[in-house]
C-alpha cells in the first residue's frame, strides 16, 4: 500500500500572463520503505513538490494523501501536529535551531508533541550518525556535515512515516555528502522509513530505489508509478 | 486536542531565544518601565488626590469620625449614645460662641471641649505638654500663642476674651494655664483653645444648652461625633440611630436632629464626576497607547527579524499557540523585570507632581499632600500595563504564529532594495532608495511615525490649552480693579453687616487707610463701596415674587434651609429688607450687566437724580442667572422705606434701571440678601449716613502694582492693623500656579511620550541596520561606498522626520481646531487660540535627531568587513 500518493497536484503562482505553473498535475505514489529521488533542474518544481508532500505549502489542486489520509483536509494548526508526527524533514540548509544544543534539537519535534523520549532509541541513532561526542555542542560549533548529521537525527528521532529531504548535501563537499547520503540510506533501511529526496545531482540520486524525473512541474516518462 | 506536556520544551525554546535578543529585551524592558512609569505615576497622582482631600475634608469637617450629630442637648445625647450600631462617640461642645481677643481678628479662634479620646480623631496633636486637667487649662494651637505674642511652651497664661453667646456682646475674660500646645492645621485658618472635662462641670449652668431657640447661640450643644463599624453607609445609619432613638430625621419636625456623614468618607461626589472621570479614563487611554506604540514596534521588528527562526520551528512542528506561547513568555518575562521599575519610578513622579497638581488648585497647602503606599497604585497600575503588554505583543505573537514554514525560509522583510536604474543619477539615486527602503515595511514606519507625531502633537496640545488660560477673565471674576482695601472683618467669616451705625464703626473701613492709599504713589482712580442691611425696605405692594422661592404654612415667603424655613427678613414696617449699597462712579465700570441700561454714562446719569436704581441677581457658579429668582426686570418700579437722617420716615418710588449679575469678591458684603441694590453713594449718603463704608477699589499705574501691594502689607499690618486687602497680584499667583501645574503636568506627559517616541526611532533604526548587514555589505561588495551607505541611512532617518513633521501639523492642526479647541473652552477663565509654534520649535530637533541617529547607529553598529558580513550565515 503506498503511504504517500499524490492525485492531480498542481500550484499555480500569479495569474493571467504572468502565471507560473510550479507543479502541473502530479501522480506519484510511494511504497513504505522505498527510498526515492526526485531530479530535475532548478525550477522544475521539485521543491515546490516536496513542500507539497510535507504539507509546508497548499497546493492549488489536487491532493497528498500521508497513510491514506488527505492532509489538505486539515486545519492549519492540524497540519503543524500531523506533520510533527508523520514527517521528518531535513533542509539544505541544515534549519538547526541555533541556541539548542545537538541533543535538544534532536528531540525538539518529540517534546513539542509532549511525548516521552525514547532515550535508547535516540542515543541508538546518535552513535548511529556518529554525533555521540558532539552530544552537548550548539550547531555553530559544528561542520556542515556534523550539521547534516544532526538534522537527520532529528528527521528520524520520532520515527516519522516519511522523510523528506531538500538538497540534503547541497550545502556539502563531496566526501561528506557520501557520507551523509549513505548514512541516510542505512538509517532508512535499518528503521525501515520511507525516504523521499530531491536533488538535481544525478550521481546522488542513483544511490535510491527510484528516480522521478521532474520538468516544468510535470513528470517526465515514466517513474510516477512505483514498480512494486 | 489531548492536553501535551510541552511546558518544558516550550520553556527552553523561549528562554534559550530571549537570551540572544540583548538589545530587543534592554529597549523593551525602558518601554514597558516608562509605561508602567505612566500609570502608576497616574495612579499615584490619583489616589494621592483622594487621599489628600479625604484626609483635609476630615480635617475640615473636624474629624476622621463617621458621622455627626448636631446641637444636642445633655439628654438627647445620653439617649443617643447608647444605640448599639454606635461604636465610639465623643461628645465635643462650643464652650464659648465668640473668642474675641484683638489678637484673633485675622485669624478666628474656637473654644471647646474635646473629650480626650477624641483628639486622635480631631487631628488634635499635642506637640508639647499634656492634655488640660484642671478648669482653669487649656490646650491651644502654636499660630494662635503666637499671635498671642507668646513663646510656645506650655506653662502659660493666656486670658481669653470670650463672648459666651451671639446675642450677648458681654465679653467674659477667663484666664488659663497652657497644659499643652498643639499643632496648627494648616488646612484649617483657625485656632483651637481646648478645655478641660473639668471646666465644663464648673461651668455647666452657663453651658447647659436647652436646644435650638432664636438666640442663634450654640454654647454648650453638643456636637457629638460618632464612629461606626465600618464606613459604608454612614448616613443609613446615622438615621436608623435617630429612628430607633425617637428622633425625627425630618426637617422641621419637633424632635428633628441634624445629623450627617463626615464628607470626607463621601466618596461618591469625586467619582460620578464625569470630567473627572473622562480625564483619568483619556489619560489611561493614552498611556495605553503610547505604551502599545512603542512595545508594538519593538516585538513587530524583533519577530520580523528572526521570522525565519520561527518559520524552521513550525516547519519542525511547532504549532501556531506554541510559538504564540514562547513570544508571550518572553514577554512576560521582560514584564517582571520592567514592570516594578516603573511602578517606583511612577510613585516617585506622582509623590513630585501631586503637591504641584493640588497646590495650584488653591485648596491644599504645601506639605500636606500625601500619597498612601496603597496597594491599589501598584497592582491597579501593574494591571494596566501587563495590559498594554499583551494587546502590543498579540499582534506580532499572532504573525509569529501565523508564518507560513515556506515564506519564512524565503522571508525578508518585505522586497528587496531594488539595485537597478541609472549609474548617472548619483545622489538623488540614494534618496529614492531610502524612500523606497522605508516603503519596504509600511506599518514599520507608520507606527514610528505616529509614535513620534504622538508627543509631538500632545506637546502642540499642552501649550494651546496652557495658553488658553486668560489670566484677564480669571482676574475679572475675582478682582475688577486692582486693589481692594477694607476691614480685616470683611475679609474674615464675619463679612460686613452694617446692620447699625454703632457697629459700624467696628467693621467700617477708616477714611485714614483710604487717605493713605490716595497719597501712594502711582495711586489712579478707586471707589467707594458703602453698605447697609435692612435700613431700606421694599414695600410688598406691587411686588410678585418669582417661582423660586418657598411659601410656609403662614404664608411666608423664604427659602428652606434644611430644619428650618428663612423667611425674607423684614424691616420693622414689614417691609422687605433690603442689602442697600452707595456706590462712587468708579465702581459702576465693574458692573456686569445682565439686563437694562449698559451704558455706564447714562447709569451714572440716571442714578445720580435718585430715581433709579440697579437691582443686583443672584448667579450660580458658571455666571449663570437663576432666572426663577430674578425679583425685578429693568423698568419695574418699586418704593422704598426708609427712615432718613432726621429720624422721618420716608417712601420713595425708583425705577429699575438695569439688572446686573452678583459680583461676590468686589460688589457685595458676602452676605445674601435677596433684595439687593445700587444707587450712588451720594444719595446713599443722603438717606442714610455715610458711616456705612464697607470697602474701597482702586486702581494703580502699570507697574506699581508689586510696591503698592508690599505696602499695603506693611501698612495693614503695622499702622492699621485692623484693615485689610486683597489685590490682583494675589489672584494673578493663584493662576500662575494653575496654569504652572498643567504646563508641568502636560509637559512631563509630552517629554515621557517624546521620549518614548525617540526610543521608539532609535529601536528601529538600530534594528533595521543591524538586520540589513548583509545587505549593506552586499551593497558594498556591488560597488557602494561606505560614504553612500552612510547617506542611504541619513536619508532613511530624514524621511521619517519630514513625514513626522507632515503628519504631526496635520494631526496637530486638526486635534487643535475640534478636541483641544473644546478643552480649551473647558473653563470660564480659558480663551481658546490657534497654536503651532511649539511643533515649529521641535521641528528642527526632529531633523537632527533624523539626522543624528542612523548616523551613529551606522558607525557604530556597521564594524565588520565586507567579506565576513557576506559569509555570516544567518
Not at chain 2, 537632527?848 to 558607525?859: D, H, I, K, Q, T
Request: overall charge neutral.
Amino acid at each position: 500500500m503506498a503511504v504517500l500518493k499524490t492525485e492531480n497536484l498542481k500550484k499555480y503562482y500569479g495569474k493571467d500572463a504572468i502565471l507560473v505553473k510550479a507543479l502541473d498535475g502530479i501522480d506519484l505514489s510511494v511504497e513504505k520503505g522505498e527510498f526515492l529521488s526526485i531530479v530535475g533542474t532548478s525550477g522544475s518544481g521539485k521543491s515546490t513538490l516536496l513542500h507539497m508532500l510535507g504539507g509546508l505549502d497548499r497546493p492549488t489542486e489536487g491532493t497528498v494523501y500521508v497513510d491514506g489520509k488527505d492532509i489538505f483536509a486539515l486545519k492549519d494548526e492540524e497540519l503543524t501536529i500531523f506533520r510533527r508526527r508523520k514527517i521528518g524533514f531535513i533542509f539544505q540548509s541544515f534549519n538547526l535551531v541555533p541556541v539548542l544544543n545537538v541533543y535538544e534539537n534532536i528531540v525538539l519535534p518529540i517534546e513539542l508533541d509532549g511525548n516521552p523520549v525514547d532515550k535508547a532509541f535516540v542515543k541508538e541513532v546518535i552513535k548511529t550518525l556518529g554525533l555521540s561526542e558532539k552530544t552537548y555542542s550548539l550547531p555553530s560549533q559544528l561542520s556542515g556535515g556534523q550539521q547534516q548529521r544532526v538534522a537527520i537525527a532529528r528527521a528520524l528521532a520520532s520515527k516519522p512515516a516519511i522523510i523528506l529531504a531538500d538538497e540534503p548535501t547541497g550545502n556539502l563537499d563531496s566526501a561528506t555528502s557520501q557520507d551523509v547520503l549513505s548514512l541516510m540510506k542505512i538509517t532508512s533501511q535499518r528503521y525501515g522509513q520511507t525516504m523521499v529526496m530531491i536533488t538535481h545531482n544525478e550521481g546522488i540520486a542513483q544511490l535510491s530505489d527510484r528516480i522521478v524525473r521532474i520538468e516544468d512541474g510535470k513528470v517526465i516518462g515514466k517513474g510516477g508509478e512505483s514498480h512494486a | 486536542m489531548r492536553k501535551v506536556k510541552n511546558k518544558e520544551v516550550i520553556r527552553r525554546l523561549s528562554d534559550k531565544s530571549f537570551r540572544i535578543n540583548r538589545t530587543r529585551n534592554l529597549i523593551a524592558v525602558v518601554a514597558i518601565a516608562l509605561t508602567s512609569m505612566l500609570f502608576s505615576a497616574l495612579f499615584s497622582v490619583g489616589i494621592g488626590t483622594v487621599y489628600t482631600f479625604q484626609r483635609q475634608t476630615a480635617r475640615q469637617s473636624g474629624g476622621d469620625a463617621h458621622g455627626v450629630f448636631k446641637e444636642l442637648t445633655q439628654e438627647e445625647y445620653e439617649k443617643l449614645k447608647v444605640h448599639p450600631l454606635i461604636k465610639e462617640s465623643m461628645p465635643c461642645r462650643l464652650v464659648a460662641d465668640y473668642v474675641r481677643n484683638p489678637e484673633f481678628l485675622k485669624r478666628h479662634a474656637e473654644a471647646w471641649y474635646y473629650p480626650e479620646k477624641a483628639y486622635p480623631h480631631c487631628f488634635i496633636d499635642i506637640i508639647e505638654g499634656k492634655a488640660p486637667k484642671a478648669a482653669d487649662e487649656i490646650l491651644l494651637d502654636e499660630t494662635s500663642m503666637e499671635l498671642l505674642g507668646l513663646p510656645k511652651v506650655p506653662g502659660q497664661k493666656v486670658t481669653l476674651d470670650l463672648q459666651l453667646y451671639s446675642y450677648d456682646e458681654t465679653i467674659t475674660e477667663r484666664t488659663f494655664t497652657v497644659s499643652g500646645v498643639i499643632k496648627s492645621d494648616p488646612a484649617l485658618d483657625v485656632g483651637f483653645a481646648l478645655v478641660s472635662e473639668a471646666y465644663v462641670d464648673k461651668y455647666a449652668q452657663e453651658l447647659a444648652y436647652k436646644g435650638q431657640d432664636d438666640t442663634g447661640s450654640t454654647i454648650g450643644a453638643i456636637r457629638m461625633d460618632v464612629i461606626f463599624s465600618n464606613s459604608l453607609g454612614i448616613q443609613k445609619k446615622l438615621d436608623q440611630v435617630l429612628t430607633e432613638s425617637g428622633f425625627s430625621t425630618e426637617t422641621g419636625d419637633d424632635n428633628y436632629i441634624a445629623s450627617n456623614a463626615n464628607w470626607a468618607y463621601v466618596s461618591d461626589g469625586a467619582d460620578t464626576d464625569p470630567t473627572t472621570v473622562g480625564a483619568v479614563a483619556g489619560a489611561l487611554v493614552l498611556i495605553l497607547i503610547t505604551g502599545y506604540l512603542i512595545i508594538y514596534n519593538i516585538f513587530r521588528i524583533s519577530i520580523m527579524k528572526d521570522i525565519r527562526y520561527y518559520g524552521l520551528l513550525k516547519t519542525i512542528g511547532t504549532t501556531g499557540r506554541q510559538i504564540k506561547k514562547i513570544i508571550r513568555r518572553q514577554a512576560l518575562k521582560l514584564s517582571v523585570i520592567g514592570i516594578p521599575i516603573g511602578l517606583l519610578a511612577g510613585f516617585f513622579v506622582g509623590k513630585a507632581l501631586l503637591p504641584a497638581i493640588l497646590n495650584s488648585t488653591g485648596t491644599v497647602a504645601p506639605g500636606e499632600t500625601q500619597i498612601p503606599v496603597s496597594p491599589v497604585i501598584f497592582i491597579g497600575a501593574a494591571v494596566f500595563s501587563l495590559i498594554t503588554v499583551f494587546i502590543s505583543t498579540g499582534h506580532p505573537a499572532r504573525l509569529a504564529a501565523k508564518v507560513s514554514p515556506i515564506e519564512a525560509l524565503r522571508f525578508t522583510e518585505g522586497m528587496k532594495a531594488k539595485k537597478k536604474g541609472k549609474r548617472s543619477s548619483g545622489g538623488g539615486k540614494i534618496w529614492r532608495m531610502a524612500l523606497s527602503n522605508l516603503g519596504r515595511s509600511k506599518g514599520k514606519t507608520a507606527i514610528i511615525i505616529v509614535s513620534l507625531s504622538l508627543a509631538v502633537v500632545l506637546l502642540n496640545s499642552v501649550f494651546t490649552v496652557t495658553n488658553s488660560f486668560d489670566m484677564d477673565m480669571f482676574l475679572r471674576s475675582f478682582t475688577s480693579s486692582d486693589f481692594l482695601i477694607a476691614n480685616a472683618r470683611y475679609f474674615n467669616t464675619e463679612y460686613y453687616h452694617g446692620g447699625s451705625e454703632e457697629l459700624a464703626a467696628e467693621e467700617s473701613l477708616t477714611e485714614s487707610f483710604i487717605e493713605a492709599c490716595q497719597d501712594i504713589d502711582g495711586f489712579e482712580e478707586g471707589g467707594r463701596i458703602y453698605a447697609a442691611n435692612g435700613k431700606v425696605g421694599v414695600k410688598k405692594e406691587g411686588l410678585t415674587i418669582p417661582s423660586g422661592y418657598d411659601v410656609n404654612e403662614s404664608g411666608e415667603i423664604g427659602e428652606n434651609y434644611g430644619k428650618h424655613f428663612i423667611p425674607i427678613p423684614q424691616t420693622e414696617n414689614g417691609d422687605y429688607a433690603s442689602m442697600f449699597y452707595g456706590v462712587e462712579d468708579f465702581i459702576l465700570d465693574e458692573m456686569k450687566v445682565w439686563k437694562g441700561e449698559s451704558d455706564v454714562d447714562t447709569i451714572r446719569q440716571k442714578l445720580a437724580t435718585g430715581d433709579y436704581i440697579i437691582y443686583s441677581t443672584s448667579i450660580g457658579d458658571k455666571g449663570e442667572v437663576y432666572e426663577d429668582k430674578v425679583m425685578h426686570q429693568p423698568g419695574d418700579k418699586i418704593t422704598l422705606s426708609y427712615t432718613d437722617r432726621n429720624g422721618e420716615y420716608k417712601e420713595k418710588e425708583v425705577t429699575v434701571l438695569s439688572v446686573i449679575k452678583d459680583d461676590y469678591w468686589n460688589l457685595t458684603n458676602r452676605l445674601s440678601s435677596e433684595f439687593k441694590y445700587y444707587v450712588s453713594s451720594d444719595f446713599f449718603k443722603e438717606i442714610l449716613s455715610d458711616k456705612f463704608l464697607m470697602s474701597c477699589s482702586f486702581n494703580v499705574e502699570e507697574g506699581k502694582d508689586r510696591d503698592v501691594d508690599a505696602w499695603l502689607d506693611s501698612y495693614t499690618k503695622s499702622r492699621e492693623p485692623l484693615m485689610d486687602y486683597s489685590s490682583k497680584l494675589q489672584y494673578e499667583e493663584q493662576f500662575s500656579s494653575i496654569t504652572g501645574m498643567f504646563l508641568m503636568v502636560g509637559g512631563s506627559l509630552a517629554f515621557v511620550i517624546g521620549f518614548i517616541g525617540i526610543l521608539n526611532f532609535i529601536n528601529s533604526i538600530l534594528t533595521g541596520i543591524i538586520s540589513r548587514q548583509r545587505e549593506f555589505a552586499m551593497m558594498q561588495a556591488i560597488g557602494m561606498t561606505r560614504r553612500q551607505l552612510t547617506k542611504l541611512v541619513i536619508a532613511e532617518g530624514l524621511y521619517y522626520a519630514l513625514l513626522t513633521i507632515v503628519f504631526s501639523l496635520a494631526a496637530g492642526c486638526m486635534l487643535s481646531l475640534t478636541i483641544v479647541r473644546k478643552l480649551s473652552e473647558g473653563m470660564w477663565f480659558m480663551k481658546y487660540e490657534f497654536v503651532i509654534t511649539p511643533m515649529l520649535i521641535v521641528f528642527p530637533v526632529l531633523i537632527l535627531l533624523g539626522v543624528l541617529v542612523p548616523y551613529l547607529a551606522f558607525r557604530f553598529g556597521n564594524s565588520g568587513s565586507v567579506v565576513e558580513e557576506l559569509q555570516k550565515v544567518d
